[in-house]
């Protein structure tokens, strides 16, 4: 996989976290799958927050050029929502939903990277 690839789902990422996405992570699964090569794993801090995240990463997509597999339109009470753009694949997901699942220990061969927000601009 390119390094364009992972500069790509990268900037995806810094979307999520910047839109206050907890603890945003990609895990290369390149190595590890035949059908994808990167997840993006965020949590959401509430339904509304979620579904809030889910619109920021669709309208990203969308100015990519990239489409998702499906439209993705979470419910008022979903705790997760997987988003499908072919060499990657992103998981926003509640608190509880990613306790429980826990997606990093599942895939714990892949190499895991820490996405933070972007900086704040400097005060003047």
């Known amino acids: 996989m390119s390094n364009d690839h992972l500069s790509e789902v990268l900037a995806c990422a810094r979307v999520l976290a910047d839109h206050n996405g907890q603890d945003t992570l990609v895990l290369d699964l390149s190595e590890l799958s035949l059908w994808t090569d990167y997840f993006v794993v965020t949590t959401a801090t509430s339904s509304t927050h979620l579904g809030g995240l889910v ?30 753009a072919g060499w990657f694949v992103i998981h926003v997901m509640s608190v509880r939903a990613r306790a429980f699942y826990e997606l990093e220990k599942l895939w714990f061969q892949a190499k895991a990277i820490p996405v933070p927000p972007s900086a704040p601009p400097s005060p003047a």
Do not use: M, Q
């Not at 920021?56 to 993705?72: F, I, M, N, Q």
């Open 55 to 84: 619109r920021h990463l669709t309208d990203y997509l969308a100015s990519r050029g990239l489409e998702p597999a499906r439209k993705p339109r979470p419910a008022d009470d979903e705790e997760w929502c997987l988003v499908d």
